[in-house]
């Protein structure tokens, strides 16, 4: 048998409904009960099967406790050196996770005791917890007396605040749609804080299907909410269904804001769609709202990259003649696009173009620019940015100094790598993963591995671990000095720090044994790979061919051939034979 239980609570002119759904379902072997959709989630009952809280507040636990072991009429000494630190949350988190499993009337006299204590406030959230708790354990009129009792002091036009207050919960919505079958009036302030805590939290899909059920309601549609629901779904990737909804904002009555039309805009251009977010900017202009700002460099950004230079350059003219005047994010977006293509040039002369319009730059704009001149291979002007940043009283951060470093290793000038990563000491900026990284590389390539090791242990210490690359060049660079032994401490540091060495990293010291000619120690490495589940490849059973030719050992190239079943590159192969020869 099924039973819904309707509270009715008159107010004056304010009729406060709340749809409490209790379902009763008997059988002949036991009978069991489920809590309302709106209430499972806080809901606690001895009764009910539930999972208590897997670390309870010391709090929690010592008043559970106090509770267990005393009467009602001995509360007050027992607990009185507790009330001072006891909060409306945490008599919520006591019915929620219940942890000694106390009876709803012991939990219902405790709420009571607390009433009456002047320290302690009960909440709205309290209270509907409280009302929820003695629902799902069959109190109904107790729960009932409750809620008449926070209308009442809540006074007129309570509703919405009272029912927004007990819906607070992550299916709230069963509870909204419970009143809606019902066919009572819908709490539309009460409808509209459930429709924000929905859109915070639920997925484009769910929170459109709510919005549209209060719409359908009579609820007053809005474009901002719908607005917020386009931005979630282009988010979401889901760019046909964003169309979608953006046509049903015509069809709500309402008109496109220059928000929607962006927003829709920026969906397809992130989707690389960008012949469907021109023709929405076509769209938008027919309908009389005007592109703005954002909604050129949306589409030149989309231009950019997909490497349409002219043609983002021929709308940031458009943009220009129209009147608006590009701002830095536009400005950055073209400059980004020119040096990602290798025209530093033109991005200079965008660059200057900018300050004669009397834009400022920001540091996002110089990094983009520093960045092109150090691909460019042109440290010297990105230095000469970096000193013209500062004098603009703007602070270089960790991927300034970051990409000044690198490029000045790919051009082999180590002494202003060394001079640059001084002065972001200087500056209190401290070196992450990227810049400790790009250092060690540098270092690695110009053959300072002792600076290279040392840097490697300023990076652990500071907290850092680094990847597999950064272990394995310097494990490589020692073994290009002969020096083994090095490697193998590196290698066995990697494994300490949870590192995972793979078969790169066993060539790299495979090689360095086989230079030394020991050959014993780098089949012995071979077993060791097969043991650790470290898949050879080609390069290792050349790298341990090679080794055998240059000790004129044929018998054991031709065991390892037999034994290994190594199939190899066939030129390489032929050319190690030939030396055998």
């Known amino acids: 048998m099924k039973m819904a239980v309707i509270l009715k609570i008159n107010n004056k002119k304010n009729h406060f409904l709340l749809l409490l759904s209790l379902s009763f379902s008997r059988s002949s072997s036991s009978t069991s009960f489920s809590t309302p959709a709106w209430y499972a989630c806080n809901s606690s009952s001895p009764t009910l099967s539930h999972s208590h809280h897997p670390n309870p507040d010391p709090i929690l636990l010592s008043l559970s406790q106090a509770i267990n072991n005393t009467q009602t009429k001995s509360l007050d000494s027992s607990l009185n050196s507790l009330l001072p630190s006891l909060t409306a949350s945490h008599f919520i988190d006591l019915i929620t996770f219940n942890p000694c499993s106390l009876s709803p009337h012991s939990l219902l006299s405790f709420f009571n005791w607390l009433s009456s204590r002047s320290t302690f406030r009960h909440t709205l959230h309290s209270y509907g917890a409280m009302a929820g708790f003695l629902c799902a354990n069959r109190m109904v009129p107790e729960a009932q007396s409750l809620l008449r009792f926070v209308v009442s002091r809540k006074g007129k036009d309570s509703a919405s605040s009272v029912f927004a207050a007990i819906v607070e919960s992550k299916d709230a919505i069963q509870c909204f749609r419970l009143v809606m079958k019902h066919k009572f009036r ?57 169309q979608l909804l953006f046509d049903e904002i015509t069809k709500r009555g309402l008109h496109p804001t220059v928000v929607s039309f962006n927003t829709l805009i920026n969906g397809y251009c992130k989707s690389g769609n960008l012949e469907e977010g021109f023709k929405l900017k076509r769209v938008m202009e027919e309908s009389g709202v005007s592109p703005d700002i954002f909604t050129y460099s949306v589409l030149i950004g989309g231009l950019c990259k997909e490497s349409k230079l002219d043609g983002a350059c021929e709308l940031f003219e458009e943009m220009s003649k129209s009147g608006l005047v590009p701002n830095n994010v536009t400005f950055t977006t073209l400059i980004n696009g020119h040096c990602r293509n290798g025209r530093i040039d033109l991005a200079m002369e965008v660059y200057k173009k900018m300050l004669g319009k009397g834009v400022k730059p920001d540091l996002i704009m110089y990094n983009v620019l520093i960045n092109g001149f150090c691909k460019d291979g042109n440290v010297g002007e990105a230095r000469k940015l970096l000193h013209e940043m500062k004098m603009r009283g703007l602070k270089p951060d960790k991927i300034t100094y970051t990409t000044i470093i690198d490029g000045c290793f790919k051009e082999g000038d180590l002494e202003t790598a060394v001079e640059i990563r001084k002065e972001m000491v200087k500056e209190g900026i401290e070196l992450d993963n990227v810049a400790f990284t790009a250092l060690i590389s540098g270092l690695c390539r110009e053959g300072r591995i002792i600076d290279a090791e040392i840097t490697l242990r300023e990076m652990l210490n500071a907290g850092m671990k680094p990847d597999d690359a950064t272990y394995t060049m310097v494990i490589d660079e020692f073994c290009k000095l002969g020096d083994v032994k090095m490697g193998f401490k590196l290698l066995k540091e990697m494994q300490r720090n949870g590192r995972v060495p793979g078969v790169v990293t066993y060539n790299v010291l495979m090689n360095g044994l086989c230079k030394k000619g020991q050959m014993k120690n780098a089949h012995m490495l071979l077993d060791a790979m097969l043991n650790l589940e470290v898949v050879p490849d080609d390069i290792t059973y050349n790298i341990l061919l090679q080794g055998h030719c240059k000790l004129r050992n044929p018998e054991a190239v031709d065991k390892l051939r037999s034994q290994m079943g190594l199939v190899s590159d066939y030129a390489s192969y032929t050319s190690l034979v030939g030396k055998i020869k």
């Open 186 to 242: 819908i709490p539309f302030r009460g409808c509209e804080y459930l429709l924000g805590k929905v859109m915070r939290s639920n997925s484009a899909e769910s929170a459109w299907l709510f919005y549209s059920e209060i719409l359908d309601c009579g609820y007053p549609p809005k474009v901002c909410s719908f607005n917020i629901l386009l931005h979630k779904f282009c988010r979401e990737c889901k760019i046909v269904k964003a």
